[in-house]
């Protein structure tokens, strides 16, 4: 057996030694990576504030934290911990509380999903819409929902703000198809704008889903029947009025006596109807509804007495005579 030379031998050694070298790196940086990154300041810091029970100052405590380790591979535990201890506030109903520690924590973790959608909890719970709103749109944008999208329209409703509430009432729509509530909202908001296309789209679904739709198991019968009978009438009024609108007398007059089938007080459904009978030159149809519009007394009481009195005149060698019994008869009708 040949024995290597000297060269050889010192090619060989060098080998070896590089070798072990690169294997005490690789050791010394798995140790690295394995030892804490964070100092025992940092770490007494942490603890100190899983020590707190209290949620609020909890809070506070993580805020000086992260001011003062901003790179902390800590905070992941802290917040974790924060948020259990915002839990049991929310657990106890506490929501001022939820609210105040809540936002504590964002203004040193902004955009944390879990308590944003406490501290927006809190303020629905509170009636502190314009604040709810806030945060909840915050939410929307990372984690949308058909039942959030209510939940903000609701609180845009409740707050008089029109616009927000269709625009939010729409993507509930879009998400809840069958969310009669805001149907009938989009169809009502829409006609008030005088967006009479839109109003009556949304009036037609809307009148689709409710005929179908089961009393909710927590209604009572006598609400249920109300509020079913309410919507009915609204959207039938609405597709009336849009029939009108687009001189579809026929249509108008189908689904404005539809409407009174459902409130038959209805002043302006009586209004248009008379508007409808007169463009169909059925007098007496038009005089009679007119007489019902102005014996109700509503808001379009004093044009239509005005519309029937001009017409009977009209009819009646520019005299009134005899309107009271047409009077009477729409009166005798409305009881």
Same mark, same amino acid.
């Given at each position: ?94 929501w001022q509380q939820v609210i105040a520690a809540g936002r504590l924590f964002l203004s040193a973790i902004p955009g944390d999903p879990y308590t944003v959608a406490l501290v927006a909890e809190g303020y629905s719970q509170t009636k502190n819409y314009s604040q709810f709103v806030v ?14 999208? !209510?939940? %903000?329209?609701?609180? &845009?409703?409740? /707050?008089? +703000?029109?616009?927000?509430? #269709?625009?939010?009432?729409? *993507? ?98 009586? !209004?248009? %109807?008379?508007?409808? &009978?007169?463009? /169909?030159? +059925?007098?007496?149809?038009? #005089?009679?509804?007119?007489? *019902? ?43």
């Amino acid at each position: 057996m040949k024995s290597l030379s000297g060269s050889k031998c010192k090619t060989l050694f060098m080998v070896l030694l590089f070798s072990y070298a690169v294997w005490v790196l690789s050791v010394a940086n798995a140790l690295a990576q394995d030892a804490p990154q964070y100092t025992p300041e940092e770490y007494n810091a942490s603890q100190a504030i899983a020590a707190e029970a209290d949620a609020a100052k909890k809070a506070e405590m993580i805020v000086n934290f992260v001011k003062t380790y901003p790179k902390s591979t800590l905070k992941e535990y802290i917040t974790s911990d924060f948020q259990a201890a915002l839990k049991k506030l929310e657990d106890e109903r506490k929501w001022q509380q939820v609210i105040a520690a809540g936002r504590l924590f964002l203004s040193a973790i902004p955009g944390d999903p879990y308590t944003v959608a406490l501290v927006a909890e809190g303020y629905s719970q509170t009636k502190n819409y314009s604040q709810f709103v806030v945060y909840g749109e915050q939410i929307y944008k990372s984690n949308p929902s058909g039942n959030l999208a !209510y939940g %903000l329209a609701k609180a &845009y409703q409740t /707050m008089n +703000n029109q616009a927000k509430f #269709l625009e939010w009432a729409q *993507k509930t729509v879009a998400a809840l198809p069958d969310n009669y509530e805001m149907l009938l909202g989009l169809a009502v908001g829409y006609g008030d704008l005088n967006r009479t296309a839109e109003s009556e789209k949304y009036a037609r679904q809307c009148l689709k889903v409710i005929q179908a739709e089961a009393k909710p198991e927590t209604t009572s019968e006598e609400d249920w029947t109300k509020y079913k009978n309410h919507t009915l009438m609204a959207c039938y009024y609405i597709i009336g009025n849009a029939a009108f609108t687009k001189q579809d007398f026929t249509g108008a007059i189908k689904n404005l006596e539809s409407s009174l089938q459902y409130n038959p007080r209805n002043d302006r459904a009586y !209004y248009f %109807l008379g508007e409808s &009978y007169w463009q /169909m030159r +059925n007098t007496n149809q038009a #005089l009679k509804n007119y007489a *019902k519009a102005y014996l109700l007394g509503g808001a379009v009481a004093t044009p239509a007495k005005l519309k029937m009195e001009n017409l009977y005149k009209s009819t009646h060698k520019n005299s009134l005579v005899g309107l009271d019994k047409v009077i009477a008869v729409a009166k005798s009708e409305l009881k």
